[in-house]
């Protein structure tokens, strides 16, 4: 009895986990493109106040390390919440061109 239960269980539960799986890999597409909108949104609110965006771009597809790039315009007094820096983290390693 106690092996009909547990593969009942199995059944209900790996199969619940591949969907989970499938959504997740669903959410990550979406969590992607809300990242970079996001990440715009703020380029567009913090970082063209003393420069254009161009100057990103440029940066960008030079592949320079935009990580560092961001700490130095934070010095420079550009004002990130952690959350818009992380943000801004992620959409770096997304927009990188690839070269390779
Ligand atoms: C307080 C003014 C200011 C703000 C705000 C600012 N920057 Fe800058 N940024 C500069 C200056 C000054 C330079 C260097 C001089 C130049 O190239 O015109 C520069 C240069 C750059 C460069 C070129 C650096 C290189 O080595 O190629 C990039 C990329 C850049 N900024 C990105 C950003 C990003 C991303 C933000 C928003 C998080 C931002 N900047 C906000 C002032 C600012």
Do not use: Y
Request: proline share 1%.
């Amino acid at each position: 009895m106690k092996l009909i239960t547990s593969g009942i269980l199995c059944g209900v539960f790996c199969v619940s986990g591949a969907l989970h799986a499938a959504d997740q890999n669903t959410n990550k597409d979406s969590d992607k493109a809300k990242n970079t909108k996001q990440a715009h949104e703020i380029i567009d609110k913090k970082c063209t106040s003393c420069h254009s965006k161009n100057k990103i771009d440029i940066a960008l597809s030079a592949s320079k390390n935009m990580v560092k790039i961001q700490q130095e315009m934070e010095k420079r007094g550009a004002k990130l919440t952690s959350n818009e820096s992380e943000v801004l983290g992620i959409f770096w390693k997304q927009s990188k061109p690839i070269t390779k």
